[in-house]
């Protein structure tokens, strides 16, 4: 009997499961039917292949690779390939002196640079090639670019997949990958720079946000329009708008090191599965995060403090409080949870006095971020919230918390991390001190300023400087992605799946967690509580049920998206699902 299945959404994510289809297609028990829905088909999903090149990746080149290793998927490798680094240095690729450009002039890419989102959507699209090129024999896979705008479930247990062009497709299994779908409310910053042409020289508009998607916008706006950086001057085009930045927290993000050069990764001794899985037993069930999980946290970030500095052997034994305990007292005291908040010092007399405090945090953040991980105590302890990722799941997913403390993880504590280690590349925060002394940009509100309409367009009021500050601005800019909710999305088919109840969210009363229910395979949990085992859902729709879905393949380590993709078809090829 044939085995045929339905990729609907080709980005990353889709690549990965119809890697994971083809090389493990000699499981299945006979042939294999692969439909690729996608409107485009090319792979790139949102990598756009013709995006500017300043819109850079927070990945280092050496970091992307589609290519699943024994790290993640054991003896079950396919075809070896290159990572991103190696495909473009191959090709001749080169980085321009401006320091985002792409092409044929320039120095040589280094593992470390930052590339190009269009040159990632490249090496997907070629990534796409190379599968095709090897379909074993008793495979088919054809392509439909068009949109699923439903699924409709056959007396036999197939399932219809009902295309935008107005036909349909008949298979037994779907993988749903479509990556950021549309979402109800106000408009994102994206497609760049046709997000932002409205915007005249001149005009003022005020940018909701510090992180990635803000300074997307940012150089949008300046860059983009002709300005250029020239050491740490800003030399203005004359086309750039005033830009003002704000944020909920009022805490810039970290910036990434000027050199990702990573020290020797010791095995965590604090916060380990072991560790939550004891807290866990002891518990008796879900976890509170604050209590439970974040103890085990700070002290690996005090540990990794300590060893960078040199003053802690990772072979130590004895009692690890009393020994960090100790260290504190000889060589001054480090706190991992005011470093985690970010907010020490910050100063809210006035407007000057706030842009003051975030000018010179950005500079001390950019201090250490020249010593790098190895160099820099401070960014060591922060980098245990990325290497620890995967603690984090093994705490957090499938119902590891309770609800209310899932609801406060999503609403602080990710954006907390968040700050910490998925912060802007190094350089961006570089310009944004140029910017702001070129008189570009300014950044005067302090946390959580107030944003209403004007008749002028919008006004922007501080809630916490003594001394209120208030502006009107012409334009406002929301900088942020949500990841896709189930009962706010705008996609066609997850709005037809939720309205017959095929779906629902995996936490129905929160309004932070937003993503799809699933049980531990990824299957969707429907509204009276079935499984459907013919359908699994991997991507950002997923934020909720599970942690950090918004991220790329990597090579040399287990990666979570290859793996739930390895897992999944194997599930498939060996027990034919059945919906429950």
């Known amino acids: 009997m044939t085995t045929a299945v339905a990729v609907i959404g080709l980005g990353s994510r889709g690549l990965g499961v119809l890697e994971r289809l083809l090389t493990l297609a000699d499981r299945a028990p006979g042939p294999v039917r ?54 473009a240095t191959a090709r001749g690729l080169r980085l321009a002196d401006d320091g985002f450009t792409v092409g044929a002039h320039g120095r040589g890419i280094r593992p470390t640079d930052f590339l190009p989102r269009r040159v990632l959507g490249e090496y997907l699209s070629w990534f796409l090639g190379e599968l095709l090129r090897r379909v074993p024999p008793h495979v088919t896979v054809a392509r439909h670019l068009a949109h699923a705008v439903d699924l409709r479930s056959e007396p036999d247990g197939g399932l219809t997949v009902t295309l ?3 036909t349909a497709v008949g298979v037994r299994h779907a993988f749903v990958t479509t990556g950021y779908t549309g979402d109800a409310g106000p408009p994102g910053p994206y497609p760049l720079p046709a997000s932002v042409e409205h915007i005249g020289p001149g005009e003022s508009v005020a940018v909701g946000g510090f992180g990635l998607s803000a300074f997307d916008l940012v150089s949008g706006l300046t860059v983009g329009r002709g300005g250029r950086h020239v050491g740490e001057t ?77 003053q802690l052997d990772p072979g130590d034994p004895g009692d690890l409080g009393r020994l960090l305990d100790d260290l504190d007292a000889r060589h001054g005291p480090f706190d991992p949870r005011a470093l985690l908040d970010g907010t020490d010092g910050m100063l809210l007399d ?40 995967d603690t984090f799941r093994h705490a957090v997913d499938f119902g590891g918390l309770t609800d209310a403390s899932l609801d406060a993880f999503t609403r602080h504590t990710v954006p907390a991390v968040n700050r910490a280690v998925v912060g802007p590349q190094y350089e961006r925060h570089t310009e944004l001190l140029a910017l702001i002394a070129a008189g570009v940009a300014a950044v ?35 900088a942020h992605v949500p990841p896709p909710g189930v009962a706010t999305t705008t996609s066609p088919l997850l709005r037809s799946l939720r309205e017959k109840g095929w779906i629902r969210p995996h936490r129905p009363a929160s309004h932070e967690v937003r993503g799809i229910d699933l049980d531990r395979d990824m299957h969707p949990v429907d509204t009276a509580g079935r499984i459907d085992r013919r359908l699994w859902f991997l991507g950002p729709l997923c934020e909720g049920v599970t942690f950090y879905n918004n991220l790329v393949p990597s090579p040399g380590m287990w990666s979570r998206p290859l793996a739930d993709a390895h897992r999944c078809v194997a599930e498939l090829y060996a027990g034919r699902p059945k919906p429950s």
């Not at 290793?69 to 495909?87: E, F, I, K």
């Not at 909920?248 to 990764?265: N, Y």
């Open 444 to 478: 005067p509100f302090g946390p959580a300023p107030e944003v209403t309409p004007s008749a002028g367009g919008w006004t922007v009021t501080s809630t916490r400087l003594a001394v209120p500050y208030s502006r009107e601005v012409r334009w406002r800019m929301a």
């Open 350 to 389: 006035d407007a000057d006095a706030y842009q003051k405090w975030l000018t010179e945090t950005v500079r001390r953040d950019l201090a250490e971020g020249v010593l790098g991980f190895a160099g820099s105590p401070v960014k060591a302890a922060l980098d245990v919230l990325r290497l620890g990722r």
């Open 34 to 87: 692969v439909e690729l829905i996608d409107p485009l088909c090319t792979g790139a999903g949102v990598h756009d292949v013709t995006q500017p090149d300043y819109l850079l990746l927070n990945t280092t080149a050496a970091q992307v690779s589609l290519f699943p290793d024994a790290h993640t998927v054991g003896d079950a490798v396919g075809a070896p390939g290159p990572n991103l680094w190696d495909w």
């Open 234 to 310: 800003y030399l203005p085009s004359g086309a750039e708008p005033l830009i003002f930045l704000y944020s909920r927290s009022g805490v810039p993000c970290r910036a990434r090191p000027r050199v990702v050069e990573f020290a020797p990764v010791h095995p965590p001794v604090a916060f380990t599965p072991a560790a939550v899985d004891a807290v866990r037993a002891r518990r008796g069930g879900p976890l509170d995060f604050d209590r439970d999980v974040l103890p085990l946290i700070l002290t690996e970030m005090r540990v990794a403090y300590r060893r960078c500095e040199g």
């Open 164 to 166: 935008s062009d107005g």
